[in-house]
């Protein structure tokens, strides 16, 4: 499995920006793809996951109602559509495949990140 992020961008607190994932391949020991971010400093942290089937997602309660989540089979890519952006919404963001837990052991595979950076 590999997987692709795109997206990210400099952007004002409020604004909203799209990110995509791009996911190429896939085993019978995933389940879906998550996004984790890393603030600057900080451990890297789950943010939102979703299954294959589009059917099932999880949210941190740090985003929910202003994140969301979705994928398009068709084009094997997974979105995250971010909403009233934050400061501390900062961080690089990352995609993953595996068992949609909420951690960073419930991943196996990893895209590169790409850097979101929301400005006050």
């Known amino acids: 499995v590999q997987l692709q992020a795109s997206g990210g961008g400099l952007v004002q607190a409020g604004d909203s920006l799209r990110l995509s994932c791009a996911v190429f391949g896939r085993t019978f020991s995933t389940r879906g793809t998550g996004w984790f971010r890393q603030p600057p400093g900080k451990e890297r942290e789950f943010v939102a996951a979703i299954n294959w089937g589009g059917s099932s997602t999880q949210y941190a309660d740090s985003v929910k109602g202003r994140f969301t989540i979705s994928r398009d089979n068709a084009k094997d890519t997974v979105y995250l559509q971010m909403n009233s952006l934050k400061p501390e919404d900062t961080a690089v963001y990352y995609c993953?495949?595996?068992?949609?837990?909420?951690?960073?052991?419930?991943?196996?595979?990893w895209g590169q990140g790409t850097q979101v950076t929301v400005s006050s």
């Open positions: 993953a495949a595996g068992l949609l837990g909420v951690t960073t052991r419930d991943y196996d595979y």
